[in-house]
């Protein structure tokens, strides 16, 4: 079975700019996930979808990160303009179903995107 | 917000040896998993305990649970250099979203 795919795997840009992640979650995965792990940080869900969905974007800073799952497979994460503490890797996970497994969403992650604002 | 916190923050043993690591969390849960993490790379599932259990096992882990305490902690027995990496508790506060703690780095030296 073929796991999360990401793209790309590192990016450097200057503040103030603008770029965006994709992810392809894992094939028949209801739902995916946007997770920021900063250094030294364990991962700190930005959104969540079912299918084509948002379930949950509360901690997302709408304000220059927004995100998109239109056909309810892959995903894009942009980030605009960027700020020197969005340097992070941008996770993507993807799970069964929530409550698929009795109740257990467990998640397959990607390698990650590095993003390193300067 | 982080839910869990995991204890120590740092871990360095030798091959052969037994390695512990905690965490506790703040609200009830309906599950709590632990991932693990190599450098640069995406977290890995490890295993997975409920709510109404107490202990389980899965090759050389064994996971425990008291959510009387609000605790966990995950033994890797009969440690190798291969299992260098940072292992990571997330739960399931009933809401569908897991919710990852700070990360535990472990150093097995060969």
């Known amino acids: ?118 | 917000s982080q839910q869990g916190e995991e204890d120590p923050q740092a871990l360095s043993i030798q091959e052969g040896e037994n390695a512990t690591m905690n965490c506790s969390y703040k609200t009830s849960i309906n599950n709590l998993q632990w991932y693990r993490q190599n450098s640069g790379r995406g977290l890995v599932h490890l295993i997975l305990i409920r709510s109404n259990e107490r202990e389980k096992h899965s090759g050389r882990l064994r996971v425990t649970l008291d959510t009387s305490k609000k605790s966990s902690s995950l033994l890797i027995t009969a440690s190798r250099a291969a299992d260098t990496a940072s292992y990571f508790c997330a739960t399931d506060p009933f809401t569908d979203k897991l919710i990852f703690g700070t990360g535990t780095r472990l150093q097995v030296f060969p």
């Not at chain 1, 700019?17 to 209801?30: D, E, K, L, T």
């Not at chain 1, 739902?31 to 379930?55: A, D, H, M």
């Not at chain 1, 509360?58 to 942009?78: I, Y």
């Open chain 1, 1 to 118: 079975e073929a796991g999360v795919a990401q793209s790309p795997r590192y990016k450097i840009i200057e503040k103030r700019q603008s770029v965006a992640f994709w992810c392809n979650p894992i094939s028949g995965h209801a739902t995916l996930y946007w997770y920021q792990q900063i250094l030294g940080q364990g991962p700190k869900l930005l959104i969540q979808f079912q299918n084509n969905g948002v379930v949950d974007d509360s901690q997302l800073p709408k304000d220059r990160f927004s995100a998109e799952r239109l056909k309810g497979v892959d995903s894009t994460l942009k980030i605009q303009p960027a700020k020197l503490e969005d340097s992070a890797v941008y996770l993507c996970a993807s799970s069964l179903d929530i409550g698929a497994v009795a109740g257990a969403n467990v998640l397959t992650f990607g390698a990650g995107s590095r993003l390193t604002v300067l």
